[in-house]
């Protein structure tokens, strides 16, 4: 469970305690929290761009070196986690997350190694 699923479960129980109980703090309490949430989806708008360099044939069990080039356009600072969706018979290896800060732009090596055959890639993204 999400965080965020919490808090509404959590509105909702002070809710029904505020109705049950004939009490209007727990409503006021929990119509803050709903309050924070909509505050906190207005406010969360990434904006990340990003650019991939490889190579475009590979051989089976040799590293292929990838070059990611990311930048953060929005206004705040975010964390980038980068999960590479590869057909079956692909491994990746050297891929961490990515802390960039507001208008920072940063490039990222990682390898991909194909676990059998060879391989023609034309275009990932």
């Not at 309050?35 to 089976?60: A, C, H, K, W």
């Not at 057909?87 to 990222?108: H, M, Q, S, T």
């Not at 390898?111 to 060879?118: A, K, L, Q």
């Given at each position: 469970?999400?965080?965020?699923?919490?808090?509404?479960?959590?509105?909702?129980?002070?809710f029904l305690q505020g109705y049950l109980l004939e009490n209007v703090f727990?409503?006021?309490?929990?119509?803050?929290?709903?309050?924070?949430?909509?505050y906190l989806r207005r406010e969360f708008s990434p904006d990340v761009t990003?650019?991939?360099?490889?190579?475009?044939?590979?051989?089976?069990?040799?590293?292929?070196?990838?070059?990611?080039?990311?930048?953060?356009?929005?206004?705040?600072?975010?964390?980038?986690?980068?999960?590479?969706?590869?057909?079956?018979?692909?491994?990746?290896?050297?891929?961490?997350?990515?802390?960039?800060?507001?208008?920072?732009?940063?490039?990222?090596?990682?390898?991909?190694?194909?676990?059998?055959?060879?391989?023609?890639?034309?275009?990932?993204?």
């Amino acid at each position: 469970m999400k965080r965020e699923d919490i808090l509404i479960l959590l509105a909702g129980i002070l809710f029904l305690q505020g109705y049950l109980l004939e009490n209007v703090f727990p409503a006021i309490l929990a119509t803050a929290l709903v309050f924070y949430l909509v505050y906190l989806r207005r406010e969360f708008s990434p904006d990340v761009t990003g650019e991939r360099e490889i190579q475009e044939s590979m051989v089976e069990g040799e590293k292929t070196r990838v070059r990611l080039r990311i930048k953060n356009n929005s206004g705040k600072d975010v964390i980038v986690t980068i999960s590479e969706r590869l057909p079956p018979g692909f491994r990746v290896e050297n891929i961490a997350d990515v802390f960039l800060k507001r208008g920072e732009e940063r490039e990222i090596d990682y390898h991909i190694i194909p676990v059998r055959g060879y391989m023609r890639l034309k275009a990932l993204c």
